[in-house]
């Protein structure tokens, strides 16, 4: 999605959540600065592994390890949503990609992040007005990564669209050429999660909704 197309919905979203665009610009400029050659994975790469194929989504709702029971892992090039990552390494399966704003469920999460990073997975760590002190507590653990924001994009730091997590990686598949995409982990109408999650899955059903697949 564009960023003339994403912008108006990026500004409903600040507004209904009352958060603050300058932080997330502050965010993005400061995992820009983070970005070395050596340390940055370039967008061919990552369009290499999506475009043309069949990408599995995973979301980190509770029905997750049971949906992927049902799945041949090898049909699909495999997007986890944070937290989802923990739950696939768990099972031994390194995520061809993760996106993470890396505020996981907890430290461990992260670490399997980090982990799988280290195993070759790709990950496309997001810059927020809240995560500031994640970015500069983990980023340099990260051996390869590609920065993204939910603002206006520049220079490295890439908007394919999507606000959570979960929508973010439905985004990157769709941007990047994905032949299908299949969401497994996703459980919009979860009543067993905290107000400002139950947002976030509202915005993320409707976001996901905007393309028919
Ligand atoms: N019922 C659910 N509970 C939690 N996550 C869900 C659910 N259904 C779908 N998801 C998706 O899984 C993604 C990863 O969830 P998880 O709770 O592990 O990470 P998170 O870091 O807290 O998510 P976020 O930062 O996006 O709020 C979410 O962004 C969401 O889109
Ligand atoms: N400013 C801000 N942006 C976000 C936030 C958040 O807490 N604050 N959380 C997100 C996904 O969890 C995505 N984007
Ligand atoms: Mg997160």
Redesign the pocket.
């Known amino acids: 999605m564009d960023f003339a197309t994403w912008e108006p919905i990026y500004k409903r979203i600040l507004e209904d959540f009352g958060f603050d665009r300058v932080g997330d610009e502050k965010a993005a400029i400061f995992l820009s600065g983070m970005l070395i050659q050596e340390n940055t994975v370039s967008l061919s790469e990552l369009k290499t592994i999506i475009s043309g194929k069949c990408v599995l989504v995973c979301?980190?709702?509770?029905g997750l390890r049971s949906d992927l029971s049902e799945i041949n892992l090898s049909d699909f090039t495999v997007i986890a949503?944070?937290?989802?990552a923990a739950v696939l390494m768990d099972m031994d399966i390194v995520p061809e990609v993760i996106c993470?704003?890396l505020?996981?469920?907890s430290e461990a999460?992260i670490e399997k992040e980090i982990l799988a990073c280290q195993k070759g997975s790709i990950v496309l760590i997001h810059a927020h007005g809240d995560n500031i002190d994640k970015l500069e507590k983990y980023v340099p653990r990260f051996r390869r990564f590609i920065a993204t924001t939910q603002a206006r994009p520049f220079d490295k730091v890439y908007n394919f669209g999507g606000f959570?997590?979960?929508?973010r990686c439905f985004f990157v598949a769709t941007e990047l050429g994905a032949k299908k995409i299949k969401l497994v982990?996703?459980?919009?109408e979860?009543n067993?999660?905290n107000p400002i999650?139950k947002k976030?899955?509202k915005w993320?059903k409707k976001l996901i909704g905007i393309y028919d697949f």
């Open positions: 979301g980190n709702a509770p949503a944070d937290g989802a993470t704003d505020d996981g469920n999460d959570s997590d979960g929508d982990g996703f459980d919009f979860d067993d999660v999650k976030k899955l993320a």
